[in-house]
């Protein structure tokens, strides 16, 4: 198997790195597009796969190196809205392009998992469980104030944290809108608090690049 190697870039820095991509592996290129991906390939075997976190790029096949319609895509300003969720902590919040209009961070206890055995272990087992449907339920609440009423506007939904608990909160029926919107990656982030949901913007504007050498 070929060696592969991945990167994930901002748009801010993915024009020059796919440039010097193309000059490592002379052409003649091939670009072929989907909606979730872009994938390049040169003369001496190498290829290039691009997945931005937001899909949506125009689909066909062209000759040549043609990294324009992949950084268009990228450049776009769009309206997003973001749910991150882990069990203990949450937060929703609407971005214009960088700026954050909207937003709620929000922390429920649920215990760690206790190791003790017998009838306490499954009290607390009951305990914990109601605690962990309470902060999905919390989540979804706040859900429903921060992103819903923006629904109509949102070019994507992106989830961060852990990922069952994202859908968990999404598969509230009053989220519906909401839940179609959902790109398909869950972007991996620490315990959502205020400066962490502040940062998104940098993670669901990247786009995660895997390169393959020729062989």
Do not use: C
């Not at 852990?162 to 919107?181: E, I, N, Q, T």
């Amino acid at each position: 198997m070929a060696p592969e190697a991945r990167y994930e870039l901002p748009p801010e820095r993915l024009g020059r790195w796919l440039g010097r991509w193309a000059a490592a592996h002379p052409g003649p290129h091939r670009s072929a597009f989907t909606a979730a991906e872009a994938r390049f390939s040169a003369a001496d075997g190498a290829s290039l796969l691009a997945r931005p976190v937001i899909g949506g790029l125009p689909e066909g096949e062209l000759d040549g190196f043609a990294d324009g319609p992949l950084l268009a895509h990228v450049g776009a300003e769009r309206t997003v809205g973001v749910l991150l969720v882990r069990l203990g902590a949450h937060a929703a919040g609407v971005f214009e392009g960088d700026r954050l209009v909207a937003s709620k961070v929000d922390r429920r206890l649920v215990h760690g998992r206790n190791r003790a055995g017998g009838q306490s272990q499954r009290r607390f087992e009951r305990r914990r469980a109601g605690q962990a449907r309470g902060s999905l339920q919390a989540a979804a609440e706040v859900a429903v104030r921060v992103l819903l009423p923006h629904a109509a506007r949102l070019d994507a939904v992106v989830g961060g944290g852990d990922r069952g608990a994202v859908a968990d909160v999404l598969a509230d029926r009053r989220l519906a809108p909401l839940a179609a919107l959902r790109v398909e990656r869950t972007v991996e982030v620490p315990e959502p608090r205020l400066e962490v949901l502040e940062a998104m913007p940098a993670r669901f504007r990247s786009t995660l690049l895997i390169a393959r050498e020729g062989g």
